[in-house]
């Protein structure tokens, strides 16, 4: 089983902004926020089988939810980084109707410029 000491944790080499866009875009209900904080192409994989998302699916749940849904970040974020261009992340989530969740994913050197990211949950 691995642990902290068996990854390179490097939180200062990727920048959270793309991840906080998100949680952001959802508290508020904006999907044009939303949909600029996802790569293109970019999925959303949740806990359920049938929970693969494409980014404008994703932004229908929220259109349909019509207030949005808070999300808030409990513990500090970590980034484990991969390559010169790729950082895995992951992260402690309080949710008002589900509680506590763990979300993960991947943010890519290409995305940085977009503040872009694809995620699983």
């Not at 991840?19 to 959802?26: F, K, N, S, Y």
């Not at 808070?70 to 980034?79: G, N, V």
């Not at 010169?84 to 402690?92: G, L, N, R, V």
Request: hydrophobic share 40%; glycine share 10%.
């Amino acid at each position: 089983m691995n642990t902290e000491q068996d990854f390179d944790f490097t939180i200062l080499a990727c920048p959270a902004d793309p991840l906080d866009m998100h949680l952001h875009a959802t508290k508020i209900g904006d999907p044009n926020l939303l949909r600029v904080a996802f790569v293109t192409g970019g999925r959303f994989v949740g806990t359920d089988d049938e929970e693969v998302w494409t980014i404008e699916h994703l932004v229908k749940l929220l259109e349909s939810d019509g207030e949005g849904w808070e999300m808030r970040l409990i513990a500090e974020r970590k980034f484990i980084c991969v390559s010169d261009e790729a950082w895995t992340f992951f992260e402690f989530l309080e949710h008002a109707t589900y509680g506590r969740m763990r979300a993960s994913g991947v943010v890519t050197g290409a995305q940085i410029g977009t503040g872009a990211f694809s995620t699983t949950c």
